[in-house]
């Protein structure tokens, strides 16, 4: 007997804006905060709902990465180079390693980690690289982007994501049921898109609704210490302090740049739970949502008590 369909449906939040497939790529490397996706070496691909594909849908074949802020599908099929392209991708993640260091010295420097303590960290990071032009992989990232741009290879964000459906399907090609599942994402500017993968199992489905609700909650959250801290003010007064062409090594003005932060952050008596609780206030019709999913519940209820100081 085949396992029940896995439906999950959330409403997408225009609050948040839809990453770019380069902002995809430079995102988190693969396993950073203790998670890494398991699925097929290859996945099909293909547009539409259609579960299996009729015989006149265009499927691809491809690898599913799982990053910080989406999946990436990167086609294998009519794609030559694809194997330099993963290469490339891996490499990146070592920036990403250095670059999360960053926020996760940041984050520590809060009593709260999770959503609310990364949002800290890619604020302060976010305005550290901007503005020191610090990110060296930038073009790296739009080359790659590019090279993708020519194939059948997409970037599926998770804040995107507002339904997801797993079920079996018989597969005459394979002469046996397969795994499928089918997405539906919505961007910022309300344009939807139905996109179904063969391969990957249900769990795909909490992974990405773990994901999606992770990335509501620091988008809102990034937005929230953006507007306590006026982060820009801050970043101008302390770069007032150094001279033109200062020769202070990077880590240093980073070091003291998150002491500019901290010292903001207790000058105006803003913690974690201050900036959980406005979170939760404009979450709030979306939590109702997520609180029915049973994977995501725990984080729903562990973010809760951070915004009620519990």
């Not at 392209?85 to 990146?92: D, S, Y």
């Not at 020519?150 to 998770?158: F, H, K």
């Not at 079920?167 to 309300?190: F, I, K, M, N, Y």
């Not at 101008?236 to 002491?259: K, M």
Request: hydrophobic share 45%; net charge positive.
């Amino acid at each position: 007997m085949s396992d029940p369909p896995v439906e999950y449906a959330v409403p997408r939040n225009p609050a948040i804006a839809s990453p770019t497939m380069g902002e995809v790529i430079a995102g988190d490397p693969v396993g950073r905060h203790g998670w890494r996706p398991d699925f097929p070496d290859r996945v099909g691909f293909h547009t539409g709902d259609r579960i299996p594909p009729s015989r006149r849908s265009r499927v691809d074949r491809g690898r599913l990465l799982g990053l910080g802020r989406g999946f990436l599908f990167v086609a294998t099929s009519r794609h030559a180079g694809w194997g330099d392209t993963l290469v490339e991708i891996e490499r990146l993640s070592e920036r990403g390693t250095a670059e999360g260091g960053l926020e996760v010295a940041m984050s520590a420097a809060t009593p709260a980690l999770g959503a609310v303590g990364r949002a800290l960290g890619e604020v302060a990071v976010g305005c550290f690289m901007g503005e020191t032009g610090q990110d060296a992989v930038r073009e790296r990232v739009d080359a790659l982007e590019r090279r993708l741009a020519s194939t059948s290879s997409c970037a599926l964000p998770y804040v995107d994501i507002v339904a997801v459906r797993c079920a079996r399907a018989w597969s005459w090609g394979r002469l046996g049921q397969v795994h499928c599942a089918v997405v539906t994402l919505e961007d910022d500017r309300g344009a939807s898109r139905t996109v179904c993968l063969t391969g990957p199992d249900g769990r795909i489905a909490n992974a990405w609704l773990e994901h999606r609700f992770e990335r509501d909650v620091a988008g809102v959250a990034r937005a929230v210490w953006d507007e306590l801290l006026d982060t820009r003010k801050v970043w101008a007064a302390f770069r007032g302090r150094y001279p033109a062409g200062s020769t202070l090594v990077v880590g240093r003005i980073w070091d003291e740049w998150q002491g500019a932060v901290r010292a903001r952050m207790a000058t105006l008596g803003i913690t974690p739970a201050t900036v959980a609780a406005e979170t939760a206030r404009r979450l709030a019709p979306w939590l109702e949502y997520y609180r029915r999913i049973p994977v995501v519940a725990p984080r729903v209820a562990a973010f809760e008590a951070l915004a009620a100081g519990v």
